[in-house]
């Protein structure tokens, strides 16, 4: 069905615009929501002991080669079973992850490497440099990026930050919450490492932009639980969802709700905003 959208800030009211139902390759289904359920089962049988060498001098974390070959290999795997002839294109990512091959650990280090990610990596086979691909990316590096991210300390209370990078990943928030508790906080989400943290509610996580007579954003007709973050300094957008909205003891999923909203993306590039730095 087609959805209307207004746009609100100090400066007043836009116009409505109304955007349909978009033909997209990775808008939420039934297959979709099978595969992230698949993946995030198979997430919790990882541990960081497996996923990592153990820390250099420095303290740094290297993924070791065994793990890269098989998380590399299961996610291909995992698409494959659920998405099925979606995945035609992926077929060269599965052969080229086989025994031996240096072709996961190469991709593995193009994707933790890359905060503004996720960009197919040169390392990934041609043949799959396909939209399809960019969603392979993300869930093969994420056990990695948040096990690593477990094992940094905590950000600091507070929302005075100034910028919205992920504080653990340095990765651009890819949705926004506003949480039951505490009240009101809003809180960004991580699409590579699964992580969330606080931020000012007003301010803009990608140019840290806090005038509020320059920040506002689109509501959605009919809907209280979605509203869109713009800011008109930079030009960006942000999804936000209201926690505050949803059913006591009801946990919502981030993936399913990124994946789920692809028509808000449309409403906002239809008002001339952009997507945040690629998360």
């Keep these: 069905a087609n959805r209307a959208f207004r746009r609100y800030c100090g400066n007043g009211e836009a116009s409505t615009h109304v955007v349909g139902k978009p033909k997209s390759l990775l808008i939420l289904d039934d297959k979709v929501t099978s595969c992230l359920r698949k993946l995030k089962s198979y997430y919790a049988t990882l541990d960081g002991d497996f996923l990592f060498k153990p820390a250099d001098e420095d303290g740094c974390l290297h993924p070791s080669d065994e793990a890269a070959c098989e998380v590399y290999e299961r996610v291909a795997s995992i698409m494959a079973e659920t998405l099925g002839e979606r995945t035609e294109g992926l077929a060269a990512v599965a052969e080229a992850g086989g025994p031996g091959s240096l072709e996961p650990r190469r991709c593995l280090d193009d994707l933790l490497r890359t905060p503004e990610g996720p960009a197919v990596p040169d390392s990934m086979p041609g043949e799959a440099r396909e939209p399809l691909a960019l969603f392979f990316a993300v869930y093969f590096a994420r056990p990695f990026l948040k096990h690593r991210a477990r094992r940094r300390p905590a950000p600091p209370p507070g929302e005075n930050a100034r910028t919205g990078r992920c504080p653990f990943c340095a990765s651009p928030p890819s949705l926004a919450f506003i949480v039951k508790e505490p ?39 009919g809907e209280g639980i979605w509203t869109i973050g713009t800011c008109e300094a930079c030009r960006r957008y942000i999804k936000t969802y209201d926690e505050r909205g949803t059913p006591g003891g009801i946990m919502v999923d981030a993936d399913q709700l990124l994946w789920s909203s692809v028509v808000l993306d449309l409403a906002a590039q239809k008002h001339g905003y952009r997507e945040g730095p690629k998360a």
């Design 183 to 221: 009240e009101g906080q809003r809180q960004l989400w991580c699409h590579r490492c699964d992580e969330r943290w606080p931020f000012a509610r007003t301010d803009c996580p990608f140019c840290g932009n806090g005038q509020q007579s320059t920040t506002g954003y689109l509501s959605i007709e």
